[in-house]
């Protein structure tokens, strides 16, 4: 069994849902439930004897240590975290408190487990721990892009509280052995992410004929990658990652934020037009950029390429038609995370649900 913490947030759920297309390897999946957080995604898998849910928090470490003592995973994907960039400017503590302090008390708890389990469980456990490109701060227009090499400067109250979590992830290595893994992913796309992100808020205020806000100038530029293509990196760095490592996952596409609205808008001339018969772009409109916003992020994904053999499979044009036309197909589910019928269906399905 491995152990996956935030797996009913984005890339998480993706995560789950992968795996168990992929193996029949059981998944405990931990998650707290805040916002972000919708079992609405794994709807498919209930009922299904290789998956099973527990609402808790990361920081709750007597809740993880009877977890790790019943189910005994022999790997802990680590994808639990506050992480969207205007939240964490607005109000920081919570960034503070599930990233650094949460995954610190996660840390504490593997290590007592590691101490205990017998000496071939030992050998084959795997900690790995799921972080962001934006730990490396901001890069000029014709640097280098980020390899794992470069310095950690982070801008943002998100962005430092996740380089926190990867020098306490490296410290817990270096100092009691325990053998980690950490990913460092540049931004995801696809489906089932919450539309406060740049991608589905751009589909979802189009469709309902609302303005598309661009942050300044629009050429704020990102490496975009497709969130299955993500899965399976974490796949094989758990699988072949050399231990205390850092993996840079990239999908080798940097596109400023502007050519990626365009994009959206151009498709949904293709797919949803509007009854005007206008274009979408019509709807974009330009707003006061927001404080340390980065100019530019890249990832260098020689690395995992070299080492694991990894390459994502989607370009920037297949995924983003796939995405904006999942968007299209599952109106219902936008729907209900945007209003109260998604913890409405919660409190059905599972209730206050626990170990």
């Known amino acids: 069994m491995i152990l996956v913490t935030g797996g009913a947030g984005f890339i998480g759920a993706n995560f789950i849902l992968e795996w168990l297309r992929n193996a029949d390897e059981p998944v405990l999946n931990l998650d707290k439930l805040t916002y972000a957080g919708n079992l609405e995604t794994l709807a498919s898998l209930e009922g299904d004897p290789r998956y099973a849910f527990v609402q808790g928090d990361i920081c709750d470490k007597a809740l993880i240590d009877r977890l790790l003592l019943k189910h005994r995973p022999r790997a802990i994907v680590h994808f639990a975290a506050e992480s969207h960039v205007d939240r964490s400017i607005h109000g920081p503590g919570d960034f503070i408190q599930t990233n650094i302090i949460g995954t610190f008390s996660l840390l504490e708890s593997v290590r007592a487990y590691f101490g205990m389990i017998h000496e071939d469980e030992r050998s084959a ?20 892009a980020f390899s794992e090499t470069n310095r950690v400067e982070p801008n943002s109250p998100y962005s430092a509280s996740k380089a926190a979590s990867d020098h306490l992830v490296r410290a817990y290595h270096h100092t009691y052995g325990l053998p980690v893994l950490t990913t460092n992913c540049s931004n995801n796309y696809g489906p089932f992410q919450f539309p406060e992100k740049l991608i589905p808020l751009m589909v979802v205020n189009a469709l309902a004929g609302k303005s598309l806000p661009i942050y300044g100038d629009g050429q704020q530029i990102r490496d975009w990658l497709y969130v299955t293509d993500h899965c399976a990196a974490i796949r094989r760095v758990l699988e072949g990652g050399r231990l205390g490592e850092t993996y840079n996952i990239g999908g080798w596409n940097e596109k400023p934020n502007i050519d990626i609205v365009h994009a959206i808008c151009d498709l949904l001339d293709e797919l949803r037009p509007r009854a005007d018969g206008k274009s979408y772009r ?41 995405t904006v036309q ?13 209003s109260g019928a998604y913890r409405e269906w919660l409190e059905r399905q599972y209730g206050a649900r626990g170990e």
């Open 326 to 338: 999942w968007y299209l197909d599952h109106a219902q589910w936008v729907a209900n995370v945007q």
């Open 282 to 322: 019509e709807q974009i409109t330009y707003v006061t950029d927001r404080p340390g916003h980065d100019r530019r992020y890249a990832i260098d994904a020689t690395k995992i390429e070299r080492e694991l053999g990894w390459r994502p499979a989607e370009t920037f044009e297949t995924g983003i038609r796939k």
């Open 125 to 144: 456990f795997r900690f790995l721990h799921v972080s962001t490109d934006e730990v490396y701060g901001s890069l000029a227009k014709g640097d280098p």
